[in-house]
């Protein structure tokens, strides 16, 4: 499989994954091992194309951002509580990801780990799904403090390879009573902090292994994933309207058992 056909495959997988609550990082780990090629060589490449990710959802929710904006600069209520719960959910993943950065590092290495934690959190987002009753909370301006401080820490969980972060803060959001479409808005508008930050971090860290060739590389990987992710949002929040998010439990456990049974026969 020749560099480039890589690097389009990964895009696509990125672009597809990021904010369904399947796990983008447990999923391009899956891929190394199922396509065989050396996934410490395109480790870096998995970071730097996250942002293509999180620039559709710039463009896709363009008018929430300049209205914030505008608000923040006369201080409007709402604006001020929107950027204030997102920069506070933020906070925990700061914390963590800085004091056990190699810890979650070597997790990254691990199939097994993620093919359990995929089974798990589907049968989580069944319980939760069938157990929890939400409210609307009139949007992310609306959500407590308290509330989104419990986000941030739920987030965390995705330290974990294969927990995903859309997964994680969607139905934490929702054990809190928050509904389903400000809890997914809230993950959406939590990844650019959260995924901005560990890319900026990681691409610093493994500054050295990038090349020229792979800043090619990773230029297709970035476009791919974000023209990918710009249909899979529309998608996924019309799947989640009418459906909920029982489809991507059940797809999580099918492809965790799937990837056991792969990973053990191999």
């Not at 901005?196 to 990681?202: H, I, Y």
Request: with cysteine.
């Amino acid at each position: 499989m020749t560099e480039f056909l890589v690097a389009i495959l990964l895009g696509i997988v990125e672009g597809v994954t990021e904010f369904l609550p399947v796990s983008s990082t447990g999923h391009l780990i899956l891929a190394s091992e199922l396509m065989g090629y050396d996934a410490a060589q395109w480790a870096v490449f998995n970071i730097a194309i996250q942002p293509g990710a999180i620039l559709a959802i710039v463009v896709l929710y363009w008018r929430t951002f300049l209205a914030v904006f505008k608000g923040l600069l006369r201080w409007e209520t709402a604006s001020v509580a929107f950027v204030r719960n997102l920069l506070i959910a933020f906070v925990p993943a700061v914390i963590l990801g800085l004091a056990f950065g190699d810890q979650i590092d070597a997790l990254l290495e691990n199939a097994v780990v993620v093919a359990w934690a995929l089974i798990a959190g589907g049968v989580a987002i069944l319980v939760i799904e069938r157990l929890v009753r939400t409210e609307n909370v009139l949007g992310i301006s609306g959500v407590s403090t308290m509330q989104s401080i419990k986000i941030g820490l739920v987030q965390c969980l995705a330290m974990i390879p294969g927990v995903s972060r859309s997964g994680a803060t969607i139905m934490g959001a929702m054990a809190l009573g928050i509904d389903r479409r400000t809890a997914a808005d809230f993950s959406f508008f939590l990844a650019l902090p959260t995924l901005t930050g560990a890319t900026v971090l990681q691409l610093y860290k493994h500054r050295d292994a990038i090349t020229g060739d792979g800043l090619e590389l990773i230029a297709i990987g970035f476009v791919v994933s974000f023209v990918v992710a710009l249909a899979v949002v529309k998608a996924f929040l019309a799947i989640v309207t009418r459906h909920g998010f029982a489809p991507f439990a059940w797809y999580r456990i099918v492809a965790g058992a799937a990837a056991l049974v792969w990973l053990s026969a191999r």
